[in-house]
């Protein structure tokens, strides 16, 4: 069997542990340097198209819908997004690692569909928290998938989007009918009550990783 080659590295921004991209045939994987297990592969993305699709069936039928991605990693949910919106949608992926957007324009874009070549993609190299720390309601779904989950894991300051001082930046950036998601690993009551305690209305989803009824279960909660 063939074994996982290293194609690629790149250093996060902050906290300088190294992300590390691995190919093997036709699969992808991102690791951290040093530490088990992976933060991605590509074929198991199915809680990631779900982010996109949950979220963009509710303001599908907008003129011209402008949705936020908070995370590129392989791509999967911005891929999800587009298949979902109208040609008139735009939307806008934030990309802490400049590397990451490389290899989506690289060897790692095949396993998505090259998605950052569809005109209506643009990417903010950056943290998503510049975006909405500005507040200006333009968006008409954010899609957040900066981390493990509303406990960080690659970096603390992802910890902010999921403080309430994170979610009342979305809020204000939301469109009066937006639709806000967040993905994680897994379930936390403590992150449902805090966006009600926000105002919004809140249905955590349980999805799974691979396909319906197959991978591990992971969480989208929808607020709006």
């Not at 069997?1 to 542990?17: K, Q, Y």
């Not at 305690?197 to 929808?222: C, D, M, N, Q, Y």
Request: proline fraction near 6%; charge should be negative; include cysteine.
């Amino acid at each position: 069997m063939a074994r996982f080659e290293e194609i690629g590295t790149a250093t996060i921004p902050g906290n300088g542990s190294q992300l590390r991209l691995l190919q093997r045939n036709d699969e992808f994987s991102i690791k951290i340097a040093g530490k088990t297990g992976e933060l991605m592969n590509s074929r198991l993305h199915g809680s990631e198209d779900a982010l996109a699709t949950l979220a963009c069936e509710r303001i599908a039928g907008l003129p011209e819908p402008r949705v936020l991605i908070g995370g590129l990693g392989m791509g999967y949910t911005l891929a999800a997004a587009l298949a979902a919106l109208p040609e008139q949608a735009r939307v806008t992926v934030a990309e802490l690692v400049p590397e990451v957007e490389v290899w989506n324009r690289g060897p790692l874009g095949a396993a998505a569909g090259y998605p950052l070549n569809d005109a209506r993609a643009s990417v903010h190299v950056g943290d998503v928290a510049e975006l909405l720390r500005k507040g200006d309601g333009n968006w008409d779904a954010i899609l957040l998938d900066v981390d493990n989950g509303p406990e960080g894991l690659t970096r603390k300051e992802n910890n902010w989007i999921y403080s309430p001082g994170g979610i009342a930046a979305a809020q204000k950036s939301l469109s009066p009918d937006g639709v806000l998601a967040y993905w994680s690993a897994g379930p936390e009551y403590a992150f449902t009550e805090r966006l009600r305690r926000a105002g919004f209305s809140v249905e955590p989803v349980t999805v799974r990783a691979l396909r319906p009824g197959k991978g591990a279960r992971h969480v989208i909660w929808l607020a709006w």
